[in-house]
């Protein structure tokens, strides 16, 4: 019984919730670091090569079937107090870094494609089918674009920012703290603290007051 208090708190509601005890045993049994008081009812299909790793902090909440993605050398790290949502996908790869804050909410089909450094600040919110590509292929003429080399770029996000539902932030992107994106736009370039914008491309429109 004295081992089972370090689980991560779980041992007070294993017996009410007996998957939340397996999936711990089963992410640390995956290599994952858990914190403590991570409820994690959901199944979490984990796909780790090479020397790729992930942290996951305390009290983080998954209720439902998320992927974890890792390849190379990438580093995955999930803040405190995180709620990831249904569906969601979460890949790093290279010698990238992909950091989620303190706080963060990943929607529901959130893809976040970590090939270089993705962060994400304290407190952001992210609506339903987000997706953030720090890639992108080759496009030259006379081979398969499917057979190009990809570019690689970093992709920043500061705190207290809110992405609506359907945006895409594509690589090299800085967002500032406090910024808020309109439904369904395309991120394409940096988008200043505490602006609002939308479109696609995604335009600043007005600041916050």
């Not at 107090?81 to 804050?101: C, E, F, K, P």
């Not at 959130?110 to 292929?137: Q, R, S, W, Y």
């Not at 398969?144 to 992709?155: E, I, S």
Request: hydrophobic share 40%; aromatic share 8%.
């Amino acid at each position: 019984m004295g081992n089972l208090k370090k689980f991560g708190g779980l041992l007070e509601f294993a017996t009410r919730n007996p998957k939340v005890l397996f999936n711990y045993w089963y992410l640390k049994k995956k290599g994952i670091e858990i914190g403590y008081g991570a409820w994690i009812s959901g199944w979490v299909d984990v796909a780790l090569a090479g020397e790729s790793h992930v942290r996951i902090g305390k009290r983080v909440f998954i209720p439902r079937t998320i992927e974890l993605r890792g390849n190379d050398r990438g580093k995955m790290i999930i803040g405190d107090q995180v709620m990831i949502d249904s569906g969601a996908r979460l890949h790093v790869a290279n010698d990238a870094t992909l950091d989620i804050g303190n706080r963060v909410n990943i929607g529901p089909y959130n893809f976040l494609n970590a090939f270089d450094d993705l962060k994400i600040g304290d407190e952001t919110m992210l609506g339903p089918f987000v997706n953030i590509n720090c890639a992108d292929h080759g496009m030259e003429k006379g081979l398969p674009m499917r057979d190009q080399f990809g570019t690689y770029a970093p992709v920043s996000i500061g705190r207290d920012c809110w992405l609506g539902s359907m945006v895409v932030i594509l690589k090299g992107v800085n967002i500032g703290d406090g910024a808020v994106i309109g439904a369904g736009s395309v991120v394409t370039s940096d988008i200043p603290e505490y602006a609002v914008a939308v479109g696609a491309p995604a335009k600043v429109v007005k600041e916050r007051t």
